[in-house]
């Protein structure tokens, strides 16, 4: 038990339109004769540039999850993608840039909540709203914790691994600073981070073992407001 729990912690503190070519050495640059992209054209083409990457991204972590992040290649991505591996070296260099960019994008999730707490009053409902948002989070990264969960050897072998755990401290000490006082006592502050921790805990141990996961995640928001003294708001998170 003790061991599943610090693999959760560990694995917390460590997606679609079809992909691209390979692009060629001019790409960004206007064509002989033509003029330069308009905005439009731009907005297009980082879109689609986006979704290339997620769908890279979803696709990695389904094959890390079913055969190992060790036993998966990018040549067997890109085969599943149906794209050439000069079409995804575009997006990711190797397994590695895949895996970064994964624990990068959930810290800049985190980052953005934390941004927007500052700008609002701390008030029970504004501690309510926040853990709404972080249920949010977390559920939409759920597949991404259990494939690091059950690649941890891999994945702490990796560069940058020793840091991830120091960085993510730095995130949840933003969040329990968002949804305590400024003077909170020890007690306030430990209350803080158990319901922060409670959910992704909650969601590490039981989302694959229920058939609604908007069940759970009401249930995990319920429990977390409860230890954050935290207000019900309007809205609810909805992890679909």
């Not at 993608?81 to 590695?96: N, R």
């Not at 999730?109 to 941004?115: G, K, Y």
């Not at 209350?191 to 694959?208: C, H, K, N, P, Q």
Request: charged fraction near 25%; include cysteine; charge should be negative.
């Amino acid at each position: 038990m003790n061991e599943q729990l610090r693999g959760g912690t560990a694995a917390v503190a460590e997606m679609a339109a079809p992909a691209d070519g390979a692009p060629s050495a001019g790409r960004g640059a206007p064509s002989s004769g033509q003029g330069a992209p308009s905005a439009g054209h731009d907005v297009h083409h980082e879109a689609r540039r986006h979704d290339t990457r997620a769908r890279i991204q979803r696709v990695a972590v389904e094959l890390f999850a079913e055969q190992g992040y060790d036993k998966t290649s990018l040549r067997e991505i890109a085969e599943r993608l149906d794209v050439t591996k000069a079409a995804l070296y575009y997006h990711f260099k190797s397994k590695e840039d895949i895996v970064r960019s994964l624990v990068e994008d959930y810290m800049g999730q985190v980052d953005a909540l934390i941004a927007w707490a500052k700008t609002l009053p701390r008030t029970p409902e504004t501690r309510g709203e926040i853990l709404s948002r972080y249920v949010q989070i977390v559920a939409d990264g759920s597949d991404v914790f259990r494939m690091l969960h059950h690649n941890q050897a891999a994945v702490n072998s990796l560069a940058g691994a020793k840091e991830r755990g120091s960085v993510f401290r730095e995130r949840m000490t933003g969040l329990v600073e968002a949804i305590t006082e400024p003077e909170a006592d020890l007690q306030e502050r430990l209350r803080a981070t158990m319901a922060l921790g409670s959910v992704s805990i909650g969601w590490m141990f039981f989302s694959d073992q229920v058939k609604d996961r908007g069940e759970l995640c009401a249930a995990v928001l319920d429990i977390a407001r409860d230890l954050a003294k935290a207000a019900p708001d309007s809205t609810s998170a909805d992890p679909s």
